[in-house]
Nanobody
Framework: QVQLVESGGGLVQPGGSLRLSCVGS????????MSWYRQAPGKERELVAT????????VNADSVKGRFTISRDNAKNTVYLQMSSLKAEDTAVYYC????????????WGQGTQVTVSS
């Protein structure tokens, strides 16, 4: 059974930093591409960043380039999202996503972790 468990969200002041973590289980973590998405109230879910099984990274959201970094530790089955210089518009629920499988791929989601940027 695939499980993704996010942690690290919370309330932070503008300009602050947070590191989100997502621990995966029930699949071969090292072979799976991992991504972070976010969804702000009233908005569609947005792809933030992706890291491939080989460690290649892409920050997809223009609004976070230069501020957010995705990384992974395969020994810990964990993917991270380091967020810095946080802004109010970064407030959202952040979701971890795993693409599992080679020939037939399926996407799995975590339950989400709330990040609120406010003074």
């Amino acid at each position: 059974q695939v499980q993704l468990v996010e942690s690290g969200g919370g309330l932070v002041q503008p300009g602050g930093s947070l590191r989100l973590s997502c621990v995966g289980s029930g699949f071969t973590f090292s072979r799976s591409a991992m991504s972070w998405y976010r969804q702000a109230p009233g908005k569609e879910r947005e792809l933030v960043a992706t890291i491939t099984s080989g460690g290649g990274t892409t920050v997809n959201a223009d609004s976070v380039k230069g501020r957010f970094t995705i990384s992974r530790d395969n020994a810990k089955n964990t993917v991270y999202l380091q967020m810095s210089s946080l802004k109010a518009e970064d407030t959202a629920v952040y979701y971890c996503n795993a693409v599992v499988g080679v020939i037939v791929q399926r996407a799995y989601w975590g339950q989400g972790t709330q990040v609120t940027v406010s003074s």
